[in-house]
């Protein structure tokens, strides 16, 4: 149990566009799911938190314009990458949370920007 | 902000050898949590502690919670090639508005010699 998903695994976009990243709870609702980023070699760093039909929290010095969060349904979450630049190339991943508050990771998403 | 100390920051040992790896924090914490993560993917939990003091085993795994619910430890026994791979630890928000958020230490790559 506690499966999450996501999609795509592997992206590469050009430079000014836009890349929509799922994050899906398999078989769990998650009323919560957090978003992070991970550079080669570091540590998570924790993006944003979104909730089931509210807006999305967002660590200090993280773009809310840049980072769109959409927490649809309690088993999918999306995080739009907007006008995306070389510099947003990274692993992004998403975990949900159980009624316990266990964390449960995705595979994450690695984001090439050319 | 929360920050977690975890070290040591690397280790290269002889299969069969045991392991140990630590985290100490400024902040108190409400759960530690112990997750491995391989190359591309997302983190994997290990194991969960939820009571200072507690001490939980997982296989050849073992954690504490620390007393002062500012540390917390995991020892691998016997270590085997498969685990391979970096340990990071976790603490879980004590309340307010890092409730449910997780801080992440800064991950310990272990490397296994057969």
């Known amino acids: 149990g506690a499966v999450v998903s996501q999609h795509p695994s592997r992206v590469i976009c050009k430079s000014g566009t836009s890349v929509k990243i799922e994050c899906r709870s398999l078989?769990?609702?998650?009323?919560?799911m957090f978003w992070y980023r991970q550079f080669p070699k570091q540590s998570l760093m924790l993006m944003a938190t979104?909730?089931?039909?509210?807006?999305?929290?967002?660590e200090q010095g993280v773009e809310k314009d840049k980072f769109l969060i959409n927490h649809a349904s309690l088993t999918l979450s999306t995080l739009t990458v907007t006008s995306a630049h070389p510099e947003d190339s990274s692993f992004y991943i998403c975990?949900?949370?159980?009624?316990?508050?266990?964390?449960?990771f995705g595979p994450g998403t690695r984001l090439t920007v050319t | 902000g929360q920050q977690l100390n975890q070290s040591p920051q690397s280790m290269f040992i002889q299969e069969g050898e045991d392991v140990s790896m630590n985290c100490t924090s400024s902040s108190i914490f409400n759960t530690w949590l112990w997750y491995k993560q391989e190359p591309g993917e997302g983190p994997v939990l290990l194991i969960a502690l939820y009571k200072a003091g507690e001490l939980t085993s997982n296989g050849r795994l073992t954690a504490q919670f620390g007393i002062t619910r500012k540390d917390s430890f995991l020892n691998i026994s016997a270590s085997i090639p498969s685990d391979v791979g970096i340990y990071f630890c976790?603490?879980?928000?004590?309340?307010?508005?890092?409730?449910?958020?997780?801080?992440f230490g800064q991950g310990t790559i272990l490397t296994v010699h057969p």
């Open positions: 976790a603490g879980q928000g004590a309340g307010g508005t890092s409730y449910g958020k997780l801080t």
């Open positions: 979104s909730n089931e039909g509210s807006k999305a929290t967002y």
């Open positions: 078989d769990f609702q998650a009323t919560t």
């Open positions: 975990s949900a949370t159980t009624s316990s508050y266990e964390q449960y």
